[in-house]
Protein backbone atom coordinates (compact mmCIF):
# COMPACT_ATOMS: atom_id res chain seq x y z
CA UNK A 1 0.00 0.00 0.00
CA UNK A 2 1.05 3.46 -0.89
CA UNK A 3 1.96 5.73 2.20
CA UNK A 4 1.84 9.12 3.00
CA UNK A 5 3.96 10.96 5.92
CA UNK A 6 2.16 14.04 7.59
CA UNK A 7 3.17 16.31 10.21
CA UNK A 8 2.31 15.03 14.14
CA UNK A 9 -0.04 18.39 15.18
CA UNK A 10 -0.45 21.28 14.00
CA UNK A 11 -1.97 24.62 14.99
CA UNK A 12 -3.87 27.40 14.01
CA UNK A 13 -5.90 30.77 15.12
CA UNK A 14 -9.11 30.76 14.48
CA UNK A 15 -10.84 32.78 11.48
CA UNK A 16 -7.24 32.08 9.75
CA UNK A 17 -6.24 30.01 6.85
CA UNK A 18 -4.80 26.43 7.63
CA UNK A 19 -2.90 24.68 5.27
CA UNK A 20 -2.22 20.67 6.55
CA UNK A 21 0.11 19.28 4.10
CA UNK A 22 0.88 15.83 3.10
CA UNK A 23 3.65 13.77 1.06
CA UNK A 24 3.00 10.85 -1.10
CA UNK A 25 5.81 10.34 -2.87
CA UNK A 26 5.27 6.60 -3.94
CA UNK A 27 1.61 7.56 -5.14
CA UNK A 28 1.23 5.56 -9.05
CA UNK A 29 -1.05 6.93 -11.93
CA UNK A 30 -4.27 5.64 -10.38
CA UNK A 31 -4.09 6.45 -6.56
CA UNK A 32 -7.07 8.79 -5.68
CA UNK A 33 -5.76 11.22 -2.50
CA UNK A 34 -8.30 11.38 -0.24
CA UNK A 35 -9.04 13.61 2.97
CA UNK A 36 -10.93 12.64 5.90
CA UNK A 37 -11.01 14.25 9.68
CA UNK A 38 -12.18 12.77 12.87
CA UNK A 39 -13.61 15.13 15.61
CA UNK A 40 -13.14 14.02 19.26
CA UNK A 41 -15.63 11.04 20.32
CA UNK A 42 -16.90 10.53 16.59
CA UNK A 43 -15.74 8.45 14.27
CA UNK A 44 -13.94 9.56 10.88
CA UNK A 45 -15.66 11.90 8.23
CA UNK A 46 -15.15 12.50 4.63
CA UNK A 47 -13.75 15.93 3.47
CA UNK A 48 -12.06 15.31 -0.37
CA UNK A 49 -10.54 13.64 -2.71
CA UNK A 50 -9.18 14.59 -5.92
CA UNK A 51 -6.79 12.81 -8.69
CA UNK A 52 -4.48 14.74 -10.35
CA UNK A 53 -6.66 18.15 -10.56
CA UNK A 54 -7.49 20.74 -7.71
CA UNK A 55 -10.74 20.51 -6.23
CA UNK A 56 -12.62 22.72 -3.93
CA UNK A 57 -16.18 21.98 -1.89
CA UNK A 58 -18.24 23.46 1.02
CA UNK A 59 -15.18 21.80 3.36
CA UNK A 60 -12.14 22.28 2.27
CA UNK A 61 -10.11 22.58 -0.97
CA UNK A 62 -7.10 19.95 -2.27
CA UNK A 63 -4.21 21.35 -3.72
CA UNK A 64 -2.23 18.17 -5.58
CA UNK A 65 0.99 19.22 -6.63
CA UNK A 66 1.91 18.81 -10.71
CA UNK A 67 4.44 15.61 -9.98
CA UNK A 68 1.46 14.38 -6.91
CA UNK A 69 3.84 13.61 -4.97
CA UNK A 70 2.64 15.69 -2.37
CA UNK A 71 -1.00 17.67 -1.92
CA UNK A 72 -2.09 20.18 0.83
CA UNK A 73 -5.66 20.43 2.17
CA UNK A 74 -7.01 24.06 2.55
CA UNK A 75 -9.54 25.34 5.09
CA UNK A 76 -10.28 28.66 4.45
CA UNK A 77 -11.04 29.95 7.43
CA UNK A 78 -10.63 27.45 10.76
CA UNK A 79 -13.19 27.85 13.19
CA UNK A 80 -12.83 25.95 16.98
CA UNK A 81 -14.92 23.10 15.52
CA UNK A 82 -12.25 22.24 12.59
CA UNK A 83 -10.37 21.29 15.91
CA UNK A 84 -9.62 17.34 14.64
CA UNK A 85 -7.01 14.65 13.70
CA UNK A 86 -6.51 15.30 9.30
CA UNK A 87 -6.03 12.00 7.60
CA UNK A 88 -4.47 12.31 4.08
CA UNK A 89 -4.88 8.28 2.63
CA UNK A 90 -4.15 7.47 -0.76
CA UNK A 91 -6.64 4.83 -2.31
CA UNK A 92 -5.48 2.49 -5.11
CA UNK A 93 -7.80 1.04 -7.57
CA UNK A 94 -8.88 -2.20 -5.23
CA UNK A 95 -10.62 0.51 -3.06
CA UNK A 96 -9.18 -0.16 0.30
CA UNK A 97 -8.57 2.94 2.45
CA UNK A 98 -5.63 2.29 5.01
CA UNK A 99 -5.37 5.19 7.30
CA UNK A 100 -2.50 6.54 9.16
CA UNK A 101 -1.31 8.73 12.03
CA UNK A 102 -2.62 12.10 10.55
CA UNK A 103 -2.30 15.57 12.29
CA UNK A 104 -3.63 16.77 14.81
CA UNK A 105 -5.06 20.14 14.11
CA UNK A 106 -5.25 22.81 17.11
CA UNK A 107 -7.15 25.97 16.42
CA UNK A 108 -6.58 28.66 18.94
CA UNK A 109 -9.45 31.45 19.48
CA UNK B 1 -25.60 12.33 11.70
CA UNK B 2 -23.88 10.03 9.04
CA UNK B 3 -27.23 7.13 8.29
CA UNK B 4 -24.44 4.79 9.87
CA UNK B 5 -25.85 3.67 13.26
CA UNK B 6 -23.53 1.94 15.77
CA UNK B 7 -24.69 -0.15 19.14
CA UNK B 8 -23.58 0.15 21.76
CA UNK B 9 -21.79 2.81 22.32
CA UNK B 10 -19.76 1.52 25.20
CA UNK B 11 -19.46 -1.87 26.12
CA UNK B 12 -17.69 -3.05 28.74
CA UNK B 13 -16.92 -7.01 28.98
CA UNK B 14 -15.01 -9.78 30.90
CA UNK B 15 -12.54 -12.05 28.92
CA UNK B 16 -15.13 -15.17 29.05
CA UNK B 17 -18.34 -12.74 28.10
CA UNK B 18 -20.04 -13.51 24.90
CA UNK B 19 -20.89 -9.75 23.46
CA UNK B 20 -22.16 -8.48 19.56
CA UNK B 21 -21.58 -4.97 18.28
CA UNK B 22 -23.99 -3.79 15.62
CA UNK B 23 -23.77 -1.67 12.94
CA UNK B 24 -27.02 -0.56 10.20
CA UNK B 25 -27.07 1.30 7.43
CA UNK B 26 -29.74 3.55 5.72
CA UNK B 27 -27.38 4.59 2.81
CA UNK B 28 -28.26 1.91 0.41
CA UNK B 29 -25.04 1.20 -0.07
CA UNK B 30 -23.43 -2.20 -1.18
CA UNK B 31 -20.13 -2.21 1.09
CA UNK B 32 -20.00 -2.19 5.51
CA UNK B 33 -16.23 -2.72 6.96
CA UNK B 34 -14.85 -3.02 10.22
CA UNK B 35 -11.99 -0.88 11.40
CA UNK B 36 -10.30 -1.16 14.95
CA UNK B 37 -8.66 1.70 16.66
CA UNK B 38 -6.27 1.77 19.18
CA UNK B 39 -5.30 4.52 21.48
CA UNK B 40 -2.49 6.32 19.65
CA UNK B 41 -2.50 3.56 16.66
CA UNK B 42 -4.07 4.43 12.95
CA UNK B 43 -7.02 3.09 12.29
CA UNK B 44 -6.85 -0.62 11.38
CA UNK B 45 -9.42 -2.49 8.41
CA UNK B 46 -10.26 -6.23 9.96
CA UNK B 47 -13.29 -6.64 7.62
CA UNK B 48 -14.85 -5.89 4.52
CA UNK B 49 -18.18 -7.29 3.01
CA UNK B 50 -19.67 -6.58 -0.32
CA UNK B 51 -23.10 -7.32 -1.09
CA UNK B 52 -23.24 -9.58 1.70
CA UNK B 53 -19.86 -11.29 1.13
CA UNK B 54 -16.75 -10.94 2.89
CA UNK B 55 -14.22 -9.91 0.55
CA UNK B 56 -11.75 -8.71 2.91
CA UNK B 57 -10.50 -10.13 6.40
CA UNK B 58 -6.85 -8.52 7.61
CA UNK B 59 -5.31 -11.32 9.62
CA UNK B 60 -8.25 -10.72 12.43
CA UNK B 61 -8.16 -13.29 15.37
CA UNK B 62 -11.05 -15.76 15.26
CA UNK B 63 -12.43 -14.00 18.90
CA UNK B 64 -13.66 -11.77 16.51
CA UNK B 65 -16.46 -13.21 14.21
CA UNK B 66 -18.32 -10.73 11.67
CA UNK B 67 -21.34 -11.72 10.21
CA UNK B 68 -23.18 -9.85 7.26
CA UNK B 69 -27.19 -10.86 7.22
CA UNK B 70 -28.03 -8.07 5.10
CA UNK B 71 -26.44 -5.07 2.92
CA UNK B 72 -27.61 -2.91 6.06
CA UNK B 73 -26.63 -4.14 8.77
CA UNK B 74 -23.93 -5.63 9.90
CA UNK B 75 -22.33 -7.48 13.15
CA UNK B 76 -18.89 -7.86 15.17
CA UNK B 77 -18.96 -11.36 17.37
CA UNK B 78 -16.90 -11.02 20.12
CA UNK B 79 -16.03 -14.08 22.64
CA UNK B 80 -12.90 -14.40 24.79
CA UNK B 81 -11.31 -11.25 24.29
CA UNK B 82 -7.71 -10.05 25.66
CA UNK B 83 -7.12 -7.08 27.68
CA UNK B 84 -5.18 -5.82 24.53
CA UNK B 85 -8.79 -5.73 22.05
CA UNK B 86 -10.29 -2.37 24.10
CA UNK B 87 -10.45 -0.04 21.17
CA UNK B 88 -12.67 2.05 19.50
CA UNK B 89 -14.36 -0.16 16.87
CA UNK B 90 -15.48 1.92 14.00
CA UNK B 91 -18.46 0.51 11.37
CA UNK B 92 -18.49 2.39 7.56
CA UNK B 93 -19.95 1.64 4.33
CA UNK B 94 -19.89 3.26 1.01
CA UNK B 95 -21.43 2.94 -2.49
CA UNK B 96 -19.33 0.08 -3.60
CA UNK B 97 -16.29 -1.94 -2.26
CA UNK B 98 -14.02 -1.62 -5.81
CA UNK B 99 -14.06 1.85 -6.44
CA UNK B 100 -14.38 3.84 -3.03
CA UNK B 101 -15.25 7.20 -3.79
CA UNK B 102 -16.42 7.79 0.15
CA UNK B 103 -16.80 6.16 3.66
CA UNK B 104 -19.38 7.07 5.56
CA UNK B 105 -18.74 6.14 9.52
CA UNK B 106 -20.91 5.08 12.26
CA UNK B 107 -19.65 7.22 15.70
CA UNK B 108 -18.09 3.86 17.07
CA UNK B 109 -18.49 1.29 20.04
CA UNK B 110 -15.92 2.16 23.03
CA UNK B 111 -14.73 -1.38 24.25
CA UNK B 112 -13.52 -2.45 27.42
CA UNK B 113 -11.98 -5.95 27.94
CA UNK B 114 -11.17 -6.23 31.72
Known amino acids: DAKTTQPNSMESNEEEPVHLPCNHS???????IHWYRQLPSQGPEYVIH???SNVNNRMASLAIAEDRKSSTLILHRATLRDAAVYYC??????????FGQGTTLQVKP | ETGVTQTPRHLVMGMTNKKSLKCEQHLGHNAMYWYKQSAKKPLELMFV???????ENNSVPSRFSPECPNSSHLFLHLHTLQPEDSALYLCASSQDWDRVRKLFFGSGTQLSVL
Open chain 1, 26 to 32: TISGTDY
Open chain 1, 89 to 98: ILRDGGGKLI
Open chain 1, 50 to 52: GLT
Open chain 2, 49 to 55: YSLEERV
